[in-house]
């Protein structure tokens, strides 16, 4: 696994693009997130551009409750949501890689969100480790 300040990272030998992408579905949802949107980057590029690129996804997760409690705080972090997590293909399987909450909520002032920047973390984190 490389890590970032920004992100979390996770190496995912002889595993390939698809089976990478259902288990991050599954590892997220068993922490409580669903996916909300899927950015197929790979197609938008090739459709957009006429350029090839790897098969690559931008999954937008959300956890309702923590983004509830988020936005009770300030309505405005809406802008810094849902979490970000990339699925890609690589040369000897896939990649994932998930958006740091405490990272990116740093930009309204993280201390401010207090616990559910760390919570969100912690979540993603285990859901990185279980896969």
């Not at 590029?45 to 999954?59: A, N, T």
């Not at 890609?88 to 616990?115: F, H, N, Q, W």
């Not at 912690?122 to 896969?131: D, I, N, P, V, Y």
Request: aromatic share 6%.
């Amino acid at each position: 696994m490389r890590d970032s300040d920004y992100g979390m990272r996770r190496a995912l030998p002889g595993t390939s693009y698809g089976d990478a992408v259902e288990r991050v579905t599954t590892a997220l949802k068993q922490e409580g997130f669903g996916v909300l949107t899927s950015i197929d980057v790979k197609a938008t590029l090739k459709e957009k551009i006429d350029v090839y690129f790897r098969p690559y996804v931008i999954l937008g997760a959300c956890n309702p409750k923590l983004a509830h409690q988020a936005l009770s705080m300030d309505d405005n972090i809406g802008m810094l949501l849902p979490c970000n997590v990339v699925v890609a293909e690589t040369a000897d399987g896939a990649e994932v890689a998930i958006a740091r909450p405490k990272a990116m909520l740093g930009i309204a002032g993280a201390e401010a969100m207090g616990d559910f920047a760390d919570e969100a973390e912690a979540r993603l984190e285990r859901a990185l480790e279980k896969l």
